[in-house]
């Protein structure tokens, strides 16, 4: 079956910009999550979501940050006024269960690449 | 609060080379842990992963990891390395009923010819 997509795959804004990143879960996963990923660095754990609600928003860096989802499908995630600081590999995984499931494996997206100038 | 170390951002093996990626971990309560792969320009798949049954644990493509709890270790392991296998490799933790997930900086795992 389909795995989770994300659009853009590439993204290029100037500083300042709103930019906003999609991501298509596994049809049927109950969980999604959004990490950034920066040059040389591990996932940071940016938000999840268990359906349309999210428990944690801890790792969103700051206010210009915010996320939505949809259906318990589709998610956005959405910068203001990026910085040039913002540019990194944006990520997004579902899972097929909740917190119950033993081992929450993820699955991952491409990523989108976003690039602040 | 869990953290995951994994030693050495860069591995360089020769091909047909015995593979070891280390990883180090610290958590309050049991743990499930996990190794994902990420190949060039794709996203991270999962390679196996630890949940509390056997603590010798075989993934795809030849991969295992063994979890010690003593040593609060799960390292990665493959016998024989095959040019195939240059990727990144991340270690994650993440506790029983928990939903997050904590990854480590990344090995990146280089084979020569």
């Known amino acids: 079956g389909a795995g989770v997509s994300q659009s853009p795959s590439n993204k290029v804004t100037e500083k300042g910009k709103d930019v906003e990143l999609r991501c298509d879960p596994i049809?049927?996963?109950?969980?999604l999550y959004w990490y950034r990923q920066s040059l040389g660095q591990g996932l940071e754990f940016l938000i999840y979501?268990?359906?349309?609600?999210?428990?944690?928003k801890s790792g969103l860096p700051s206010d210009r940050f915010s996320a939505e989802r949809t259906g318990g499908s589709v998610s956005t995630l959405t910068i203001q006024r990026t910085q040039q600081e913002d540019s990194a590999v944006y990520l997004c995984?579902?899972?097929?269960?909740?917190?119950?499931?033993?081992?929450?494996?993820?699955?991952f997206g491409p990523g989108t690449r976003l690039t602040v100038l | 609060a869990q953290s995951v170390t994994q030693l050495g951002s860069h591995v360089s093996v020769s091909e047909g080379a015995l593979v070891l990626l280390r990883c180090n971990y610290s958590s309050s309560v049991p743990p499930y842990l996990f190794w994902y792969v990420q190949y060039p320009n794709q996203g991270l798949q999962l390679l196996l992963k630890y949940t509390s049954a056997a603590t010798l644990v075989k993934g795809i493509n030849g991969f295992e990891a063994e979890f010690k709890k003593s040593e609060t270790s799960f390292h990665l392991t493959k016998p024989s390395a095959h040019m195939s296998d240059a990727a990144e490799y991340f270690c994650a933790v993440t506790n029983t009923g928990g939903f997050k997930t904590i990854f480590g900086a990344g090995t990146r795992l280089f084979v020569k010819a």
């Open positions: 995984a579902s899972s097929p269960r909740t917190s119950t499931y033993k081992g929450n494996e993820q699955f």
């Open positions: 979501f268990q359906g349309n609600s999210a428990p944690d």
């Open positions: 049809s049927g996963h109950t969980a």
